[in-house]
């Protein structure tokens, strides 16, 4: 069965994957289980990998793709769109000359690090993007769990059911007892460091956060007609009161186990728009400061909303993830060239299997 949505010939939009972490390696099952949709190709980062089948490297059986390091070979293929789901980064000019080639070779790309705003980044970052989607007649989206939804997608979905808003706050706790990459936990959120390892790193660590969710609290303002004078960013941590496990690796007594970060959106000298992220190494052996894993959504309006959700309401961010770019392609790949946010592109919905 070939959707409605699927190219006008009939095929099957062709999909490259870039990189094959958690995210990636999920996105690779999703396309192979899915019948409107075929491999194209996978790039990888760590030689080990490369030439490997992307069918084994997925935990699946052998499919004849067998992955590259070399963007050359990913920029001749034939393919529809880039699933672009790299280690997140803390400048985010230094991938854009990556991203800027796959769009000017004619592939539509979805990212699921960073993008859910793009003009957030400037307007000389924005530019070099809507030139390479131009080249190519491509559309360029940034997707995914948060952000890419429950930072900003989930918010404005909201608000439409309130008027004369005044603030808009959302929250995620999330718990990565189950995450298996030492890299996100360690590196990229500190967990595991000193108490002065920590603080030597929250500098760039900073800047990279900033980044990253500013992007949603713009996409948040714009969709509500504001322009934000300013981010505000506040940083808190917790160190671990005893040895905790995770599946990437220990957690020592004294080293850092928790963080809130605050990212505070302001317009005419207040805040407008609050995101609050909060990361715990093992949230069933520490304290419930900072609350549970979960969902919190708030509108001061007329009326006030709120929602709220234990961590059940998504019991697998890194499936929801690759699952929200794989149902944001068809409507990518139909989408005008150009920067195209969750503003711009129809309600995406899932795919029923019947």
Same mark, same amino acid.
Request: charged share 20%; glycine share 10%.
């Given at each position: 069965? $070939?959707?409605?949505?699927?190219?006008?010939? /009939?095929?099957?939009?062709?999909?490259?994957?870039?990189?094959?972490?958690?995210?990636?390696?999920? &996105?690779?099952?999703? #396309?192979?289980? *899915?019948?409107?949709?075929?491999?194209? +190709?996978?790039?990888?980062?760590?030689?080990?990998?490369?030439?490997?089948?992307?069918?084994?490297?997925? +935990?699946?059986?052998?499919?004849?793709?067998?992955?590259?390091?070399?963007?050359?070979?990913?920029?001749?293929?034939?393919?529809?769109?880039?699933?672009?789901?790299?280690?997140?980064?803390?400048?985010?000019?230094?991938?854009?000359?990556?991203?800027?080639?796959?769009?000017?070779?004619?592939?539509?790309?979805?990212?699921?690090?960073?993008?859910?705003?793009?003009?957030?980044?400037?307007?000389?970052?924005?530019?070099?993007?809507?030139?390479?989607?131009?080249?190519?007649?491509?559309?360029?989206?940034?997707?995914?769990?948060?952000?890419?939804?429950?930072?900003? &997608?989930?918010?404005?979905?909201?608000?439409?059911?309130?008027?004369?808003?005044?603030?808009?706050?959302?929250?995620?706790?999330?718990?990565?007892?189950?995450?298996?990459?030492?890299?996100?936990?360690?590196?990229?959120?500190?967990?595991?460091?000193?108490?002065?390892?920590?603080? *030597?790193? @929250?500098?760039?660590?900073?800047?990279?956060?900033?980044?990253?969710?500013?992007?949603?609290?713009?996409? &948040?303002?714009?969709?509500?007609?504001?322009?934000?004078?300013?981010?505000?960013?506040?940083?808190?941590?917790?160190?671990? /009161?005893?040895?905790?496990?995770?599946?990437?690796?220990?957690?020592?007594?004294?080293?850092?186990?928790?963080?809130?970060?605050?990212?505070? /959106?302001?317009?005419?000298?207040?805040?407008? $728009?609050?995101?609050?992220?909060?990361?715990?190494?093992?949230?069933?052996?520490?304290?419930?400061?900072?609350?549970?894993?979960?969902?919190?959504?708030?509108?001061?309006?007329?009326?006030?909303?709120?929602?709220?959700?234990?961590?059940? @309401? $998504?019991?697998?961010?890194?499936?929801?993830?690759?699952?929200?770019?794989?149902?944001?392609?068809?409507?990518?790949?139909?989408?005008?060239?150009?920067?195209?946010?969750?503003?711009?592109?129809? #309600?995406?919905?899932?795919?029923?299997? #019947?």
């Amino acid at each position: 069965m $070939i959707r409605a949505d699927a190219p006008a010939t /009939g095929r099957r939009h062709r999909v490259v994957q870039w990189a094959t972490g958690a995210i990636g390696r999920s &996105v690779i099952r999703g #396309v192979l289980d *899915r019948d409107d949709m075929e491999l194209a +190709g996978v790039w990888v980062h760590t030689p080990a990998k490369e030439g490997a089948d992307a069918g084994a490297l997925a +935990g699946r059986a052998p499919i004849g793709v067998h992955a590259t390091r070399d963007i050359g070979e990913i920029l001749a293929l034939d393919a529809d769109c880039v699933i672009y789901a790299p280690s997140p980064v803390h400048d985010r000019f230094a991938e854009l000359g990556t991203i800027c080639a796959l769009l000017a070779s004619g592939k539509n790309l979805i990212s699921l690090s960073g993008l859910v705003y793009p003009r957030a980044q400037g307007p000389q970052f924005a530019g070099e993007l809507e030139q390479a989607c131009k080249r190519g007649g491509t559309s360029v989206h940034g997707t995914g769990v948060s952000g890419g939804f429950m930072a900003d &997608v989930m918010p404005l979905v909201l608000t439409r059911l309130s008027r004369r808003i005044t603030h808009v706050y959302a929250r995620e706790c999330s718990d990565f007892a189950r995450h298996p990459s030492w890299r996100m936990v360690h590196e990229m959120l500190g967990f595991g460091k000193t108490e002065e390892a920590y603080q *030597r790193a @929250l500098r760039p660590n900073r800047a990279a956060m900033r980044a990253m969710f500013a992007e949603s609290l713009h996409l &948040v303002a714009a969709g509500l007609g504001v322009d934000l004078d300013e981010i505000d960013v506040d940083v808190d941590y917790r160190l671990a /009161g005893a040895d905790l496990t995770t599946a990437a690796g220990p957690i020592p007594r004294g080293t850092v186990a928790a963080a809130r970060w605050t990212f505070s /959106g302001l317009a005419a000298g207040r805040p407008v $728009i609050t995101v609050e992220i909060v990361h715990k190494a093992n949230a069933a052996r520490m304290s419930d400061e900072w609350g549970r894993p979960g969902y919190s959504l708030r509108v001061d309006g007329r009326p006030p909303l709120t929602m709220t959700a234990g961590e059940e @309401l $998504i019991c697998d961010a890194i499936s929801a993830a690759a699952a929200h770019a794989l149902n944001s392609v068809p409507a990518v790949c139909a989408a005008d060239p150009g920067i195209r946010t969750y503003l711009d592109l129809p #309600v995406i919905s899932g795919r029923m299997q #019947v």
